[in-house]
């Protein structure tokens, strides 16, 4: 099991420019979020992506979007990149079955906005 | 709302002496509590987690939390610390049915020789 995985792991952008992440859950989990984690904090609740559709959105603004494929793998896109927007983005990946008390975490992509 | 703390940004210790990483959340409903661990330059792992029955959790590699309602914590220990501990600490709460967590600003454990 190749557990979560994500890509690519670094990227640098321009502000103003546009990126998207990409996210492959755990095998059997069906549920994606995301996260964003700035230097020296903690995670911070992005979205969450399950049957492809957002079900919970964290405070973050509509430059933020996501996508669910059929087979469960996920993007975060941002669109007019921000300085701000410099963090290590983090996807995990955990079932409603098991009441979303298994979630793994990919290795995470750093993006650096220039 | 629900929310986490934790008390110590950084916690310097030498080889082989005990450890405490506090953490204290707010919550009105009940809780599902996790500790994470993030080496350098990777993502989260999970360390250890409560969610029902017995109040002190433990892991593979030592490390053990105490559920304590009355004073809402969930503080994590080591009786014995090696250098390979060292790493950023999380603790989490898992907000109730809707499967996000909320997570804590983290606490940096060096383990000195």
């Known amino acids: 099991d190749a557990g979560v995985t994500q890509s690519p792991t670094h990227l640098i952008k321009t502000r103003g420019q546009q990126v998207t992440l990409r996210c492959s859950p755990k095998?059997?989990?069906?549920?994606v979020s995301w996260y964003q984690q700035a230097l020296g904090q903690g995670p911070q609740f992005i979205f969450q992506?399950?049957?492809?559709?957002?079900?919970q959105r964290g405070n973050f603004p509509d430059r933020f979007s996501g996508h669910q494929f059929p087979n469960y793998s996920s993007e975060l896109n941002v669109n007019a990149l921000l300085l701000g927007d410099s963090a290590l983005y983090l996807c995990a990946s955990s079932s409603p079955q098991e009441a979303h008390t298994e979630a793994f975490f990919g290795q995470g992509t750093r993006l650096t906005v220039v | 709302a629900q929310s986490v703390t934790q008390l110590d940004s950084q916690v310097p210790v030498f080889e082989e002496a005990p450890v405490e990483l506090r953490c204290n959340y707010s919550s009105s409903v009940s809780v599902y509590l996790f500790w994470y661990v993030q080496y350098p330059n990777q993502g989260l792992q999970l360390l250890l987690k409560?969610?029902?029955?017995?109040?002190l959790v433990e892991s593979i590699n030592g490390f053990e939390a105490e559920f304590n309602k009355s004073q809402t914590s969930f503080h994590l220990r080591k009786p014995s610390v090696h250098i390979s501990d060292t790493a950023e600490y999380f603790c989490?709460?898992?907000?109730?049915?809707?499967?996000?967590?909320?997570f804590g600003k983290g606490t940096k454990l060096s383990v000195k020789p």
């Open positions: 989490a709460v898992l907000r109730g049915s809707q499967g996000n967590l909320i």
């Open positions: 095998s059997g989990h069906d549920t």
């Open positions: 409560y969610l029902s029955g017995s109040t």
């Open positions: 992506y399950y049957e492809e559709e957002e079900r």
